[in-house]
């Protein structure tokens, strides 16, 4: 590579493409993360990409306690917000922009890898391009040489 003129930084295009590829990763993964502890509460389905048959886990025996004081028996079943025609019209409401957030995030995640992805192929592309300018360069040097030499190596003619 040759050491002077213009070049791009295709290095930290590179690096910066996998930290956006790995920011999109950590993203989704909270992502899930945050659904399925929605889910947990009964608040949702869980996340799209769990194993099938994979089950919720396990309510520790103060989660469970807890869950026993905070809801009755005769609402097992029933959304956290109630079942009532308040806690219909709010899990309306909650439904719609928790449907509306998932898959914005879920839109987000997928363009920050694209990003990613994005960056780490201009880096290939520049540094090809770069090196074949500079060998273009190079063979123009060589032949601008070459024609130098050969000038000298005429003889003049004689009059």
């Known amino acids: 590579m040759a050491s002077d003129g213009l070049r791009s930084n295709t290095e930290t295009l590179r690096t910066e493409g996998g930290n956006f590829v790995a920011l999109g990763k950590d993203f989704?993964?909270?992502?899930?993360?945050?659904?399925?502890?929605?889910?947990?509460?009964?608040?949702?389905?869980?996340?799209?990409?769990?194993?099938?048959?994979?089950?919720?886990?396990?309510?520790?025996?103060?989660?469970?306690?807890?869950s026993g004081l905070a809801s009755f028996d005769s609402k097992a079943g029933a959304p956290p917000w109630g079942d009532d025609e308040i806690g219909e019209k709010f899990g309306v409401a909650y439904e719609g922009l928790r449907d509306g957030m998932y898959e914005s995030m879920g839109?987000?995640?997928?363009?920050?890898?694209?990003i990613g992805k994005a960056l780490e192929s201009m880096?290939?592309?520049?540094?090809?391009?770069?090196?074949?300018?500079?060998?273009?360069?190079?063979?123009?040097?060589?032949?601008?040489?070459a024609e130098h030499q050969a000038i000298a190596h005429l003889s003049r003619p004689h009059h």
């Open 28 to 66: 989704q993964s909270a992502v899930n993360r945050m659904i399925n502890g929605l889910s947990a509460l009964g608040a949702g389905p869980p996340a799209g990409n769990q194993p099938q048959g994979s089950q919720p886990p396990q309510q520790s025996v103060g989660e469970q306690f807890w």
């Open 107 to 114: 839109h987000l995640c997928s363009k920050l890898q694209e």
């Open 123 to 145: 880096a290939k592309n520049h540094e090809a391009n770069e090196d074949f300018n500079e060998l273009l360069m190079k063979q123009h040097v060589r032949n601008q040489q």
